[in-house]
């Protein structure tokens, strides 16, 4: 009588499936919407022929340092920053020009800081591809 080698038990692969599984569920969260969709009907806005202009509440800085709010040019940041309403001191709008150094944006947002500001904002353009 010949003696039959037990047969090993053949494993199922599902954890290598619920690892491809999970993986492809996060790949479709980060790659996808997980918003509604706009209406078709809807048509939005166009804002491409707008002119680019500074909101009224922040303070403009040209390439060669210069400081201006609403029109007005500031001598300094903590002149601009004593000039504003007390319930706009919190959060302050800068609106630097694209040729100012980095480091001259970077010495302006401490002034304003060491000013009294909470909160410096950085306006830019948003650039559509």
Excluded: C
Excluded at 91 to 118: C, E, F, K, M
């Amino acid at each position: 009588m010949r003696r039959l080698a037990p047969k090993k038990a053949q494993r199922e692969p599902t954890i290598a499936l619920i690892n491809i599984v999970f993986l492809m569920l996060v790949f479709f969260m980060v790659a996808g919407t997980l918003g509604q969709p706009l209406d078709r009907s809807l048509d939005l806005v166009r804002t491409a022929d707008l002119d680019g202009r500074a909101p009224p509440d922040a303070l403009v800085i040209h390439p060669d340092g210069r400081l201006e709010f609403r029109g007005v040019e500031q001598t300094s940041a903590a002149m601009f920053y004593a000039t504003l309403p007390e319930t706009a001191r919190d959060t302050v709008r800068i609106v630097p020009d694209r040729a100012l150094p980095a480091r001259d944006l970077i010495t302006l947002s401490r002034d304003l800081r060491a000013a009294g500001a909470q909160r410096v904002l950085v306006v830019t353009e948003r650039v559509q591809e």
